[in-house]
């Protein structure tokens, strides 16, 4: 083993110690990128990487469509327009047996349109959902696992904020790879749907009767997310805009639906600027850690020697992209979806073009992996989120709850790996 292998071992063991001692990530990846990068090149270089690497991020211009994304979804929340497309949902499926969990389902996905975050979508349907569903005889573990499972569209569906950094990088378009989520995003929604209603079953208490009149009523409160959705993703199809300028374009128009319905009054578009702020400066600081781990790896050639390790093991294309699919599940069990991007996908990214397959149809897959992290022990983030607001509800019947769409997960990804062209006609018919 080289000098340059065994820094490289060391980076790796130092940067999990430091997770482990609960540093930040963003933080633990900048410490071990410029020290590693410091031992193998020089302490000069390295320090002027450190000048220099933070700022060429927070100023790259591809890179503003996530404060702008992130700013959408809270200015979304706080005009309630999540409560409308909850009450739109339940009034078009929520009349018959577990139709209150299917509308569920379909809020978070409604909702995942205009947020981009798996754990807002989680938070915001567990204040409006689950009361809903404990007054209508829902079992806790039923309508936790649902809302769990939902908020993972977060993710997927378009705009998502995992994508795009994902797409940053691994200098793929981002408005390529919003469109690519669509098709599978709409298969999630439709087999969580499925698993709602085949799972459970007659466990499920009867749906409440909505007449056509409250049906469009409610359907007619939906329209400004309708028309948030032709802003930013049909924008982006027919190439009207860049991802960047509908992100801009999405949240200056839900910040002026709001102030033109009355829901949004200045403090509380002051507060959604600061949350929007602390989330996107979260993001910002992994992702500079990131850039200067990802030097590191550069010097020490870790991706080069990964890649031939992988192909030398026979597994062939699948077999290896089973392997790597299985890394990511097990790290989800200890990282978040983003932290598990920006640490995971520069080091097999260049694995996968090795192998031949396309870096969108493996943003998707890679994103729809992420995803099972999200609803698996012993982290689950969405989990958490949901246990510290229905506090009533233990962790153990939340992970029971969502166990069914952890299956229907695994057989969505077969069938996207086995079936590509559902991922990619849509980015080819651009």
Same mark, same amino acid.
């Given at each position: 083993m080289s000098e340059r292998d065994l820094i490289a071992a060391g980076g790796f063991v130092v940067l999990f110690l430091l997770m482990l001692i609960r540093v930040p990530i963003g933080v633990a990846m900048g410490i071990v990128g410029v020290g590693g990068f410091g031992m193998v090149v020089g302490w000069t270089p390295a320090l002027n990487l450190l000048a220099t690497s933070p700022l060429r991020t927070v100023t790259d211009f591809n890179l503003t469509l996530i404060p702008f994304f992130i700013l959408m979804g809270v200015l979304a929340t706080r005009s309630g327009m999540s409560r409308e497309l909850f009450r739109a949902a339940n009034a078009t499926l929520g009349s018959f047996r577990g139709g209150l969990g299917i509308a569920t389902v379909g809020a978070c996905a409604g909702f995942s349109a205009i947020c981009g975050s798996s754990v807002a979508t989680a938070a915001t349907m567990t204040d409006i959902a689950y009361p809903e569903m404990k007054r209508a005889g829902y079992r806790d573990e039923v309508a936790t696992g649902v809302i769990a499972a939902g908020g993972t569209l977060g993710i997927l569906i378009p705009p998502s904020v995992v994508l795009a950094v994902y797409g940053y990088i691994t200098e793929q378009d981002i408005g390529t790879l919003f469109i690519a989520g669509i098709v599978p995003g709409i298969l999630a929604v439709f087999m969580y749907m499925a698993t709602v209603r085949l799972w459970f079953g007659s466990k499920l208490p009867s749906g409440a009767a909505f007449s056509m009149r409250e049906a469009f009523a409610a359907l007619r409160g939906v329209w400004a997310v309708a028309l948030l959705f032709i802003a930013v993703i049909v924008t982006i199809y027919f190439g009207i805009a860049t991802a960047t300028e509908a992100a801009a374009v999405g949240a200056v128009l839900t910040a002026l639906i709001g102030l033109?319905?009355?829901?949004?009054?200045?403090?509380?578009?002051?507060?959604?600027?600061?949350?929007?702020?602390?989330?996107?400066?979260?993001?910002?600081?992994?992702?500079?850690?990131?850039?200067?781990?990802?030097?590191?790896?550069?010097?020490?050639?870790?991706?080069?020697?990964?890649?031939?390790?992988?192909?030398?093991?026979?597994?062939?294309?699948?077999?290896?992209?089973?392997?790597?699919?299985?890394?990511?599940?097990?790290?989800?069990?200890?990282?978040?979806?983003?932290?598990? !991007?920006?640490?995971? /996908?520069? $080091? #097999?990214?260049? %694995?996968? &073009?090795? *192998?031949?397959?396309? =870096? !969108?149809?493996?943003? /998707?897959? $890679? #994103?729809?992996? %992420?995803? &099972?992290? *999200?609803?698996?022990? =012993? !982290?689950?983030?969405? /989990?958490?989120?949901?246990?510290?607001?229905?506090?009533?509800?233990?962790?153990?019947? !939340?992970?029971?709850? /969502?166990?069914?769409?952890?299956?229907?997960?695994?057989?969505?990804?077969?069938?996207?790996?086995?079936?590509?062209?559902?991922?990619l006609f849509l980015p080819h018919s651009m």
């Open positions: 033109a319905r009355g829901r949004l009054r200045l403090v509380s578009l002051l507060d959604s600027l600061v949350e929007a702020l602390r989330t996107s400066v979260a993001i910002y600081t992994i992702l500079i850690g990131a850039i200067l781990f990802g030097y590191f790896l550069a010097v020490t050639q870790v991706p080069q020697n990964l890649t031939q390790f992988l192909i030398d093991l026979g597994f062939g294309s699948y077999g290896t992209l089973i392997l790597i699919m299985v890394l990511f599940v097990v790290m989800g069990c200890f990282l978040d979806a983003m932290a598990m !991007i920006i640490l995971m /996908v520069p $080091i #097999v990214f260049p %694995v996968i &073009l090795e *192998l031949g397959f396309d =870096p !969108i149809w493996f943003g /998707v897959i $890679i #994103v729809m992996t %992420v995803e &099972l992290g *999200l609803i698996t022990p =012993p !982290i689950g983030m969405n /989990v958490f989120v949901i246990n510290t607001i229905a506090r009533d509800v233990k962790l153990g019947s !939340i992970f029971r709850g /969502v166990l069914p769409f952890v299956v229907t997960d695994l057989i969505r990804l077969a069938i996207l790996i086995l079936l590509p062209g559902l991922v």
